[in-house]
């Protein structure tokens, strides 16, 4: 017997399964190849750009805005302070400099001058003197050469190394034992009654007059330059902090206006006190500089002034007496293209440029103590060429005793040494008086702005904490 499985068969009324239908689909394109690198997202932004970012976002809310006008105005008031502070240093040392190292050195340098000048003024009336040479005489030789000396030492250490006025001094200190030599051999054949002793003098005096003397004068003008400078430097006007003093004052001004406005407070007590320190400051600024320029003016013009042109009397002094003592000693050996006496032709020079600068120094002079030695001196001049003219006739007419007793001196005659020694005296008189002056004024000027630069500086640190306390005061506000 066979059995049928049990379900192996359809069940009645249904045929076989079929398949579920699935549309036809189209193929995909295949993905392109690959042509370079894949494309790079959105480029980083750098931390100095998100920080713009963020500043631009903080200015559209009023505590952001308030830390931006608290940042500006310390800042602002931290410069202003830092500027004055560096421009009045540099104002302070430059008047410093005028009066403890240009202004001395220009007068060690006319000294220098003054030195080598009676020097060779000595050595010539020594020489008139012949073998009775006076120990004075000497002595103020020697005394002459040794002030020149250590003019120079003192003008090298204080000059810059390489410039034009170390040259100089090197060049002095070079000629210096020359002339010397020049004048010991002159001396040695003088008093051995040798002729051979004047034709060493003149060519002494040469190297003097056209060597040595115009070296020293472009050490005392380079000086002098040195001098000019310091002064350009501490009287310049300090624009930029006072430019920015200005600035300054003026912002924290909008600030506090800006304050009231917006919480109808009349003061914030911080941004008042930044206003004061900044005040205080800018007056101090434009009043000590004002009285220090005005001092360091007067210093100039009543003092440098009146020295340079005293200076320059005392020179056309000197080289008015070795010329008149030369005129003696050449006899007439060298002569102008005129055919007069060349020494004494230079003396007529130097004694026409003495009067100018006494009648200059005359209508300089603003007291009576800086008159009363000048006019001695043109007194004292003009007796000298009085004194000067008769020796010359005495010469001219053959008398040369009669001459020379007139111009060093015997128990007879009034020499011209006398009336050249009273307008040195009363020229040096009228010289101590004018660099007192000075003094005076360059040291009132200088003070003026002694304690400006820390003052600036301490106030400025000051006025930058009030702003920033009195912005810090607001912000609290909205905490």
Request: some cysteine; overall charge negative; hydrophobic content about 40%.
């Amino acid at each position: 017997m066979t059995y049928t499985s049990k379900g192996s068969a359809a069940p009645p009324g249904q045929g076989a399964p079929t398949a579920l239908a699935v549309p036809p689909q189209a193929a995909r394109p295949a993905p392109p190849a690959a042509s370079g690198p894949p494309e790079a997202g959105p480029p980083r932004r750098t931390a100095f750009m998100e920080g713009v970012d963020e500043l631009r976002a903080s200015a559209t809310t009023e505590p952001g805005r308030l830390r931006i006008i608290g940042a500006a105005l310390a800042l602002l008031v931290v410069a202003f302070g830092a500027v004055t502070a560096w421009q009045m240093s540099d104002r302070s040392a430059a008047a410093d400099d005028v009066l403890h190292s240009s202004q001395p050195l220009s007068a060690a340098a006319a000294d220098v001058y003054r030195a080598l000048a009676d020097a060779n003024t000595a050595a010539s009336s020594g020489f008139l003197a012949g073998g009775q040479e006076t120990p004075a005489s000497r002595t103020r030789y020697e005394k002459d050469i040794r002030d020149a000396a250590d003019g120079l030492a003192g003008a090298a250490t204080a000059s810059d190394p390489g410039s034009s006025s170390a040259r100089t001094i090197a060049e002095l200190n070079k000629l210096l034992p020359e002339y010397k030599g020049l004048v010991e051999r002159a001396r040695a054949n003088n008093r051995q009654g040798y002729p051979l002793g004047g034709a060493y003098l003149r060519y002494a005096n040469q190297k003097m007059q056209e060597e040595m003397l115009p070296r020293a004068e472009r050490l005392y003008k380079n000086e002098n330059r040195r001098l000019s400078d310091d002064y350009d430097s501490a009287v310049v006007y300090p624009w930029a902090a006072i430019g920015l003093g200005v600035l300054t004052l003026g912002t924290l001004v909008w600030a506090q206006r800006r304050n009231y406005h917006r919480t109808n407070r009349v003061l914030n007590r911080g941004l008042v006190a930044a206003s004061a320190a900044s005040t205080v400051v800018l007056l101090w600024l434009v009043v000590g500089h004002a009285v220090a320029r005005s001092e360091l003016l007067a210093s100039y013009n009543d003092g440098v002034v009146s020295v340079n042109v005293l200076n320059d009397a005392r020179i056309a002094s000197l080289k008015a007496r070795g010329n008149e003592n030369l005129t003696l000693v050449s006899r007439g050996a060298e002569t102008t293209e005129s055919g007069d006496d060349k020494f004494d032709s230079d003396f007529k020079g130097d004694m026409k440029e003495l009067s100018t600068s006494l009648a200059k120094a005359e209508d300089i002079a603003d007291d009576s103590s800086g008159e009363r030695p000048v006019k001695a001196a043109t007194g004292n001049m003009k007796v000298w060429l009085e004194r000067h003219q008769e020796a010359r006739e005495a010469d001219n007419d053959g008398d040369y005793q009669a001459a020379l007793s007139k111009v060093i001196g015997s128990e007879d005659d009034k020499p011209t040494w006398e009336c050249f020694d009273s307008v040195v005296k009363n020229l040096e008189k009228a010289l101590g008086h004018e660099q007192n002056e000075f003094k005076l004024a360059a040291s009132s000027g200088r003070d003026a702005l002694s304690g400006l630069p820390v003052g600036a500086a301490l106030l400025a640190v000051l006025g930058a904490s009030g702003a920033v306390l009195g912005i810090g005061r607001r912000l609290s506000e909205y905490r």
